[in-house]
């Protein structure tokens, strides 16, 4: 099968929150599909346009951009009721939405019995994920364990009503057993959820065949991953990862299109790193440096508000997610964000417990909580970059930061984003 398109995937190399939203919206403007592969609401994606914030947490951040066409793929966990909220929000700041959004008929359903068990789950928990209580993990169980509904069930109300009364079932006898119980307002939200059936059956797609037939004819998709390389259910910190394949390969199975079809795979890197929930960060900062970079960054949860744990550039997991992603090219964001800091530090090795020394992400994610990161130093620029448009315009040791991270993680960087604006990032070569 030959493609006379172009399909690029957008894909996060740390621990989510890198800025995805962003460069996907700045990617869009050239593009004609753009399709989510996997996760659901636990993403956060914020875009600015102008003065506006939107935060996207199921729709494609290519939205924004008129006329494009947004599609959610199989590999999604979908909540019905979030996503319509999330579609009427943007109908009311004037979004043109008609005829735009298409929700794959293979795409699993996420239903509020999976978010009253992800709570659950997580507070009887002896080792806690720190999970955005979004259901996705009870969700994707379903999914892997054959008991889930899917998009193209809800046309067939008799199988519908049968799954949804034995999962009613399992899930309160799972809660009792977790301590919890089923709430009185259980039955409404279902409800709830499920009168909305209709409305996303006439939104539904075929997303395999569409994004296909689409790149077969020339056109251009562009495939937005959620969260980041280090949650990914494989190749992240496991157990502290979501439920999901969030690395590239995944964009095909997520989507339904075939691998040889996706040409270009960007990785997105913030120019320092971050992480919520919980789980190893082998390069965290002291715990005033933490607040001050905390503050700098805004570095809050986009979906629940909490706080951000921050640290330096790590290069090992940079040079993992180069590999298992493929990347052709990086954009590092926030680079801003370093403008004030006078020397900066990027983790070139780890030093493990035995005394050994490795450059490649260990397996094992408790040998990751005791590992000893090995620093480079490298000479701060200290000069506001916001107003940058050109790489050449940056000051030097921004560059030789660039360079240096380009260098360490085997991966050309493309784009360097220094604000919040679409404005405000720079093409590189
Ligand atoms: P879950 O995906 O809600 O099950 O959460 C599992 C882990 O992934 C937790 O550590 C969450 O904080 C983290 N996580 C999930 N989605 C995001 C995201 O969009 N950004 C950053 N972290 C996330």
């Not at 914030?53 to 979908?78: A, D, T």
Request: hydrophobic residues 40%.
């Amino acid at each position: 099968m030959r493609s006379q398109g172009s399909c690029t995937v957008v894909v996060g190399c740390q621990w989510g929150d890198e800025g995805k939203g962003k460069i996907v919206d700045v990617l869009a403007e050239d593009v004609h599909i753009v399709a989510r592969y996997q996760g659901g609401a636990n993403a956060g994606h914020t875009v600015h346009v102008g003065e506006h914030e939107f935060i996207l947490h199921q729709i494609p951040s290519g939205v924004l951009h008129q006329g494009k066409r947004c599609l959610l793929g199989n590999g999604v966990v979908l909540d019905i009721r979030q996503f319509f909220e999330e579609y009427d929000a943007l109908l009311d700041r004037g979004i043109e939405l008609d005829g735009r959004i298409g929700v794959s008929r293979r795409a699993q359903l996420l239903l509020p019995y999976h978010r009253l068990l992800d709570k659950a789950v997580e507070s009887a928990a002896a080792t806690k994920i720190g999970t955005t209580g979004r259901g996705i993990g009870p969700a994707y169980e379903d999914k892997a364990g054959r008991r889930g509904l899917r998009v193209a069930d809800l046309g067939n109300p008799e199988w519908l009503l049968k799954r949804v009364a034995a999962a009613q079932e399992r899930v309160t006898h799972r809660l009792e057993q977790l301590g919890a119980s089923a709430t009185d307002e259980l039955a409404a939200a279902m409800r709830e959820a499920l009168d909305l059936g209709e409305r996303l059956l006439s939104i539904s797609t075929d997303a395999g065949p569409e994004i296909t037939d689409a790149l077969i004819a020339g056109k251009s998709v562009l495939l937005e991953g959620a969260q980041g390389t280090a949650l990914d259910l494989d190749h992240g910190t496991y157990p502290f990862v979501t439920s999901s394949n969030t690395t590239a390969a995944s964009a095909a199975t997520g989507t339904g299109i075939g691998p040889t079809l996706i040409d270009t795979v960007v990785g997105v890197v913030k120019a320092y790193t971050t992480r919520v929930g919980e789980g190893p960060l082998p390069s965290a900062f002291s715990p005033e440096m933490d607040e001050h970079v905390r503050a700098l960054g805004g570095e809050f949860g986009a979906t629940t508000g909490r706080p951000r744990r921050c640290g330096w550039f790590d290069s090992v997991l940079a040079r993992h997610a180069a590999r298992v992603n493929g990347l052709t090219g990086i954009a590092v964001t926030k680079l801003d964000v370093l403008d004030t800091l006078s020397t900066l530090e990027v983790v070139t090795a780890y030093r493990m417990s035995d005394g050994s020394i490795t450059e490649n992400f260990p397996a094992d994610t408790w040998s990751l909580s005791s590992v000893k990161p090995i620093y480079e130093s490298l000479p701060g620029w200290e000069a506001p970059t916001g107003h940058v448009h050109r790489l050449q315009d940056l000051p030097a040791n921004a560059r030789a930061y660039l360079d240096r991270i380009q260098e360490l993680s085997g991966a050309p960087v493309r784009w360097v984003s220094v604000g919040t604006k679409r404005s405000q990032i720079i093409p590189v070569g």
